[in-house]
């Protein structure tokens, strides 16, 4: 089965950064998916990690370590308009779009 | 602007009736997009795989005959929610992978409400 953990909840304050955790154990490994989404919308893409390393755009850098089964996406210079939730997601297959999804980090912006 | 687009972003409908809701793929075409379903303040499940062509491919513990999947060309899926219940009032989401850009886009999700 597919396992990803990402804790529940965070907060930071407008100007900060923060840092979200994502481990997983799944059947195979494809790459890593961010997408943001705000309450009642759609995921937005933000990032995709197939690679060891960092990967920065903007205010938004994710890495990956394939060996430890590890991401994290970093926001920085957080915004109010960040408060969200961040969705790590895993595609086991090269030849398949399916996402197995993490339970989703709230991240909570405050003044 | 989208790439995958969702319709109706808003649905209510009476118990025991049937909703169409359709993903389209605008700027590229997908052999597979895939439905989610979303309960407040919870992550996505993956519903269903649909096969451009065939028959779709159902989660475990997915009723194939109440979320009736249809996959009728490269750019449109319809997920039909047969005989609705008030429990199957959910965020639907359908999802879709550019081979090009190698992404995976979202539909901008529908509200389904059964009263």
């Known amino acids: 089965g597919q396992n990803i953990d990402q804790p529940t909840e965070m907060t930071a304050t407008e100007g900060a950064i923060v840092q979200i955790n994502c481990t997983y154990q799944t059947s195979g490994f494809n790459g890593l998916f961010w997408y943001q989404q705000h309450a009642g919308e759609a995921p937005t893409f933000l990032s995709y990690?197939?690679?060891?390393g960092l990967e920065e755009k903007g205010r938004f850098s994710s890495f990956l370590s394939r060996s430890k089964g590890y991401s994290y996406l970093l926001l920085k210079e957080l915004q109010m308009k960040d408060s969200a939730s961040y969705l790590c997601?895993?595609?086991?297959?090269?030849?398949?779009?399916?996402?197995?999804f993490g339970a989703g980090t709230t991240v909570t912006v405050r003044a | 602007g989208a790439v995958v687009s969702q319709h109706p972003s808003w649905v209510i409908c009476k118990s025991g009736t049937s909703v169409k809701i359709e993903c389209r793929s605008l700027d590229f075409q997908a052999t597979t997009m895939f439905w989610y379903r979303q309960f407040p303040k919870q992550s996505l499940m993956l519903m269903a795989t649909s096969n451009e062509g065939s028959k779709a491919t159902y989660e475990q513990g997915v009723e194939k005959d109440k979320f009736l999947i249809n996959h009728a060309s490269l750019t449109l899926s319809t997920l039909t929610v047969t005989s609705a219940h008030p429990e199957d009032s959910s965020f639907y989401i359908c999802s879709a992978g550019d081979r090009s850009q190698n992404t995976i886009y979202f539909g901008e999700g529908s509200w389904l409400t059964v009263v």
């Open positions: 997601a895993v595609r086991d297959r090269p030849d398949d779009y399916k996402l197995s």
């Open positions: 990690n197939v690679l060891d």
